[in-house]
């Protein structure tokens, strides 16, 4: 598995008084994140920055630059794609060890709690400003996707195909890829995507 070894910077703009140039600030975060097979590391509207770090060239702990200081999160190893919203909640991949698969962790900003706890893998999740959490998780069958409100999780797809990469803006409207049913004959099957589904809790539902 190839890695890099990447330098984290965060660029702070600050005001220019009798400059004829903008006067900016470039500040170093860390010199160990985690970068395969993607960006493991997201910006907030705060200016604040979650990443993955690195544990012996494995995905490990969650980091968080808070605009003053640097937080540690999680320390678990095979911590993975952690998203921040603008209240710095962060949601993130966590292995479980036992069950050999992936579980979805948040930070509210005080505590970490893990939100599945299950004996299948669980993806592509994605966190909005209210807290909300939305992912694709395994049921046995095929890929569905999952909402978290805050209080409780609830199925947003029941059916016998991959629902994959959900989407969630702020008003709680969810787009994701819905693909055809997969062949069994193949362990790792090609998605094929088939349309975008669209749906809006204040009960309009749009499929494009």
């Known amino acids: 598995m190839k890695q890099q070894l990447i330098t984290m910077c ?13 006067n900016y600030d470039i500040r170093k975060l860390s010199d160990d994140v985690y970068h395969y097979p993607h960006n493991t590391f997201q910006l907030n509207d705060l200016g604040h920055v ?7 060239d494995d995905p490990g702990a969650i980091y968080l630059f808070n605009g003053s200081g640097i937080e540690t999160i999680s320390t678990k190893t095979y911590n993975h794609n952690p998203r921040i919203n603008a209240r710095d909640e962060i949601v993130w991949l966590g292995w479980d060890e036992a069950e050999r698969e992936w579980e979805v962790f948040l930070f509210d900003g005080v505590t970490v709690s893990q939100l599945t706890t299950n004996t299948q893998n669980d993806y592509y999740a994605q966190i909005n400003d209210n807290g909300w959490v939305v992912w694709a998780g395994y049921d046995g069958n095929d890929y569905e996707i999952y909402l978290y409100d805050g209080l409780s999780t609830r199925p947003i797809t029941q059916n016998n195909v991959y629902d994959v990469e959900p989407q969630l803006n702020n008003s709680g409207q969810i787009v994701w890829s819905h693909g055809y049913a997969i062949n069994s004959e193949y362990e790792i099957p090609t998605l ?17």
């Open 192 to 208: 094929t995507l088939e349309k975008i589904k669209f749906r809006n809790f204040n009960g309009l539902q749009v499929h494009v």
């Open 50 to 56: 979650v990443w993955e770090g690195r544990i012996n």
């Open 10 to 22: 965060v660029l702070v703009l600050l005001p220019a008084v009798g400059l004829a140039a903008p």
